[in-house]
C-alpha cells in the first residue's frame, strides 16, 4: 500500500514564506510524476507546480518566481518552498505522485495540508 504523507503547512503572514514536503512510502517500484495541487474554498482544484524524475518542471503562472518545486528521488520526497506568499495562496495543498507498484503506474494523493496567509 502507498502512503503520500505531506507536512509543513500553517500560518503566514503576507509576504511569507513555507516550506512542504511530501513523502511516498510503501512498495514502490516507480515514480515519474510529483506534484502540488491546491483547492480553496469555493474553488476547483489546480496545479501548482509539478517535476518529473528527469527533472522537468512544470508552474502555474500565478506562483511563477515565488514557488520553487524540488525533488529528492533517493528519498521518494517532493518540496515546496513557497516564497512571496498572498492571501489569495491560501488554500488546502495536496501532494500528487504517478507511482507504479505493478505493472500500470497509478495517481495517488495526499491528505492536504492547510496553508493560510493571513495579516
Known amino acids: 500500500q502507498v502512503q503520500l504523507v505531506e507536512s509543513g503547512g500553517g500560518l503566514v503572514l503576507p509576504g511569507g514564506s513555507l516550506r512542504l514536503s511530501c513523502a511516498a512510502s510503501?512498495?514502490?517500484?516507480?515514480?515519474?510524476?510529483m506534484g502540488w495541487y491546491r483547492q480553496a474554498p469555493g474553488k476547483q482544484r489546480e496545479l501548482v507546480a509539478d517535476?518529473?524524475?528527469?527533472?522537468?518542471?512544470n508552474y502555474a503562472d500565478s506562483v511563477k518566481g515565488r514557488f520553487t518545486i524540488s525533488r529528492d528521488n533517493g528519498k521518494n520526497t517532493v518540496y515546496l518552498q513557497m516564497n512571496s506568499l498572498k492571501p489569495e495562496d491560501t488554500a488546502v495543498y495536496y501532494c500528487n505522485a504517478v507511482i507504479r507498484t505493478g505493472l500500470l503506474p497509478q495517481y495517488y494523493w495526499g491528505q492536504g495540508t492547510q496553508v493560510t496567509v493571513s495579516s
Open positions: 517535476i518529473t524524475n528527469s527533472g522537468r518542471i
Open positions: 510503501g512498495t514502490i517500484f516507480s515514480i515519474s510524476s
